[in-house]
């Protein structure tokens, strides 16, 4: 059964001894994120596999206030946040739904009808103000202050305190979908925060939209570009018409933050969907249930009903406002950049509203359990483009962003390359700093067996492929923000057809029953 909200999926926490309640002191500045850092790096050996989620109750400071942390630290609480027994199970639905096999006759069609109505039924519902939890209670106008909430700050040189878990709803102005991305938000006063979608993301497309039809496309291209999101290029620098500013100015795109949401929707927010999906149809797939909404009071968006805190509110078109230093998930703080600014019209939770937070940094940590959880989901989405791939691994310490391990079925000569500009191609995969490719053989998992891979089979010089492209706004060491190289190394077995003349030799293994022989021999002596 699907979880309605964050309150039963605390409970089913609890229950599966998977939750810690903390009930000494803790303040959210600091002390709270290093804490959750120790453990979700805790139990942590060969075979890490996250520490407990830990709900605050003795918040320093918010006297009555409870604070979620590392809610899917865990491989386990990661399977059971999106309710399977392995998250292969999910890969395969979605292989299913995007292979139907085709009806030949009446009865196949007929045999359809119970998936298509199963998928009809994952659409978002939406229910009525008064059956949505999340408006117990509503503060407008002068009530309105985010920093009721206890808002962490998680590295001592943040340039503040950051709502890290968020998901935050746009519109976009074109179709009338949703989008439900996670971007953190720095809080400048309880009215006001920063809005840190990256450029290449969907919230940014749709802010950018709007420009396009304030502004019109004569204005200047690369200066609407350059007021939507991350850009170096200060507001006050562009070259747009004065009055072409006026009229951007005092035009807003509306948006909604939901925090506290069922984990599959808070799931859904983080993953690299086709900005045609809305994610509220992915969480109910996920969840395979509808995911229940309600419209928002102030701005023309929905939002989840049995969210614990709803922030509603605007972002001003060209106003952007200094954002960070940040401590991310790199390990390093990512630096000071110009982003939109949301201004809070309207604030709406349950009446005893638990805050749902994480902290990155230094990994492994909670979003390395998201982040695998997202490998495994989108490899059979790769496979839709390369269906060489055979199997895919984000290593925790690449952050996503910076490696990518692929194995691939190879069948002609070039093919690790055209692979390498696949991925490249691919999405959000157009942020991966390193790829390296090995043959089908080698388990891409088992980093040591790729790490005598690549090293043995590569000729530097002729194996590594160097491209430009977009990268990471996180990525600090590339040329310019957001612009910089990428590089493939091909470490598959080299083929005459690829210029090869050389013999290459074969791995060496044992006769199976040689190594029967030897394996009874070696227990018997009591070694593994
Ligand atoms: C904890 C966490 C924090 C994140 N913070 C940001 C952020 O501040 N800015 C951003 O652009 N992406 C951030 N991301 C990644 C986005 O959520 C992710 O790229 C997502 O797919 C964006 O949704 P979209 O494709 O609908 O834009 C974060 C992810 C996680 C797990
Ligand atoms: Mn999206």
Known sequence: MAYESLREWLKALEKAGELKRVTAEVSPLLEMAEVADRAAKSGRGTAWAGGPALLFENVAGYKGARVLMNQFGSARRMRMALEV???DEIAKKIETLLHPVAPVGVMDKLKMLPMLAEIGGYFPKTVKAKDAPCKEVVLRGGEVDVLKFPVLQTWPEDGGRFITLPCVVTRDAKSGKRNVGMYRMQVYDGQTTGMHWQRQKVAAEHLRERLRAEAGNTAGAVEMMALTAGCTVAAGEHSLPPHVVTKIRGERMEVAVAIGTDPATTFAAIVPAPPEVEEYLIAGFLRQKA????????????????AEIVLEGYVELGELRTEGPFGDHTGFYTMQDEYPVFH??????RKDPIYAATVVGKPPMEDAWMGKAVERIFLPLMRLTLPEIVDVNLPA??????LMIVSIRKSYAGQARKVMSGIWALGQAMFTKCIVVVDEDCDVQDVAEVTLRVANNIDPERDIQFTMGPVDSLDHASRLPNYGSKMGIDATRKWAAEGFTRVWPTMMTMPDEVKAKAQKIVRDLGLT
């Open 344 to 349: 809070i019209t309207c604030i709406t939770h």
């Open 291 to 306: 995911v229940e909404l309600v419209r928002c009071e102030t701005v023309d968006l929905e939002v989840p009903a049995h």
């Open 397 to 402: 310490e690449g952050v996503f962003h910076n």
């Open 85 to 87: 027994e392995s998250l």
